[in-house]
């Protein structure tokens, strides 16, 4: 898989997920909610202020009536816990930081009542197609894990693979 292309041909779109937007109100966010919907990759749940979604979901030209997608409304001190408590319920399979801090979405992640907890080493991964590479790049635990023991490093590749 050497670009975004590539990986979009290979996609099972039969196993389609749900991805809850904590704080979906932001207009590049919704920008890739739009094209992941083009492209038929996922479902969403759009947590956040209603109005606001609505009206930056209008600027960048997302129909919020898809039958895809769902908006939450919520205000911004709740939407990190709605969108976690959804992926914690089964409601979504993923949680996505919007607009607000890695801080708060942290902090609703790491919750103990219903927070995504496993025992398991906690890591992100992001997936980068740069013009003029002839490959894709993935990118885990900037920051996150300082220094990971080579148990906590076999976890995070496991958790990437995933």
């Keep these: 898989m ?18 809850a ?5 932001d207009r590049e966010v919704l ?21 606001e979604v609505e009206k930056l979901a209008g600027e960048v030209g997302l129909t919020l009536n ?18 976690v408590k959804a992926v914690k319920t089964g409601r979504a399979q993923v949680v996505m930081k919007g607009n607000l801090s890695t801080k708060e979405i942290l902090k609703a992640v790491l919750q ?8 398991n080493v906690l890591s ?9 590479q002839d490959r894709l790049i ?9 220094a990971p023991s080579l148990e906590e ?3 995070i590749i496991e958790n990437t693979v995933s």
């Design 124 to 132: 992100h991964v992001a997936l980068f197609e740069i013009p003029n």
């Design 112 to 119: 103990k009542d219903y927070g995504l907890r496993t025992g």
């Design 138 to 146: 993935f990118l885990t635990d900037s920051a996150m894990n300082i």
């Design 31 to 51: 920008k890739a909610v739009n094209k992941a919907i083009e492209n038929n990759l996922c479902r969403f749940l759009l947590v956040g202020e209603q109005k």
């Design 66 to 83: 898809h039958p895809s997608i769902e908006v939450l409304g919520s205000n911004q001190e709740e939407a990190a816990a709605v969108a």
């Design 2 to 19: 050497r670009t975004l292309e590539t990986l979009l041909k290979q996609l099972d779109n039969n196993a389609v997920k749900t991805v």
């Design 153 to 155: 490093k076999a976890q």
């Design 21 to 25: 937007v904590a704080q979906a109100a």
